[in-house]
């Protein structure tokens, strides 16, 4: 059974960061791309990055490829995200997804945790 569990979301004031934490079980973690998507309320589900086995990145948009940053510890098998300068725009509840089939779609996600950005 797949399970991924998030952490690391809090209510900050902008310009701080946070690191996100996702660890991953029920799958061989090294195999596999994972990646973080964010849903803010109101809003359609927006992509925020992801990481293939090999440790390659991908990031959706410019913004984030500034204040984003993915990686991937495969002996803790965990995912994190680091975002600096968080921005009120950045509210949003984020998600740890794994590709496991490799169709290059979000096969598995987890409960997702709140980061809350405001003064």
């Known amino acids: 059974q797949v399970h991924l569990v998030e952490s690391g979301g809090a209510s900050v004031q902008p310009g701080e960061s946070l690191r996100l934490s996702c660890a991953a079980s029920?799958?061989?973690?090294?195999?596999?791309?994972l990646g973080w998507y964010r849903e803010a309320p109101g809003k359609d589900p927006e992509q925020v990055a992801r990481?293939?086995?090999?440790?390659?990145?991908?990031y959706y948009s410019d913004t984030m490829k500034g204040r984003f940053t993915i990686s991937r510890d495969n002996l803790k098998s965990t995912v994190y995200l680091q975002i600096t300068n968080l921005r009120p725009e950045d509210t949003a509840k984020y998600y740890c997804?794994?590709?496991?089939?490799?169709?290059?779609?979000?096969?598995?996600w987890g409960q997702g945790t709140q980061v809350s950005v405001s003064l």
């Open positions: 990481i293939t086995k090999d440790g390659s990145v991908t």
């Open positions: 029920g799958f061989t973690f090294s195999a596999k791309t």
């Open positions: 997804a794994v590709d496991i089939g490799g169709s290059a779609e979000w096969d598995w």
